[in-house]
């Protein structure tokens, strides 16, 4: 699934709005604020 995503990024964008997806689920979070809240529970190895 993110293969797709990652080559698609142009459709995916145009085709789906952040603004309504958030009317959805209002907690939704950048990736950048869930790899800060959630960084201690990736293992690195």
């Not at 603004?19 to 201690?40: G, H, V």
């Amino acid at each position: 699934m993110f293969q797709y995503f990652s080559e698609q990024t142009d459709m995916f964008a145009r085709d789906f709005s952040i603004e309504q997806t958030r009317t959805l689920n209002p907690a939704l979070q950048s990736f950048s604020t869930w790899l800060a809240t959630n960084k201690d529970r990736i293992p690195v190895h």
